[in-house]
């Protein structure tokens, strides 16, 4: 069966603008000490989906209170 790029990308977006969601540290600083910063000042606290970026990589745009951050989807969870 083969799936068309657009069904594709529908099915990988489980998130959704509005959704209320919440960041996980998915890398250690040895790994990639940028990126081991930036999600530590936002890791377990609850956020709102602004907008959902798909390309090149899938990501969302996510509030948090007057912060916003920009994250890749497997650094969220509901």
């Given at each position: ?24 540290q ?15 000042e ?15 990589r ?21």
């Open positions: 069966m083969i799936i068309s790029d657009f069904e594709n990308k529908h099915e990988m977006i489980p998130y959704e603008v509005g959704d209320s969601v919440r960041v996980q998915t890398c250690t600083e040895e790994e990639d000490s940028e990126s081991f910063y930036y999600i530590k936002f890791d377990k606290k609850k956020g709102e989906v602004l907008e959902v970026i798909d390309h090149p899938l990501q969302y745009r996510v509030r948090f209170g007057q912060a916003e951050a920009v994250l890749y989807h497997e650094e969220i969870m509901l």
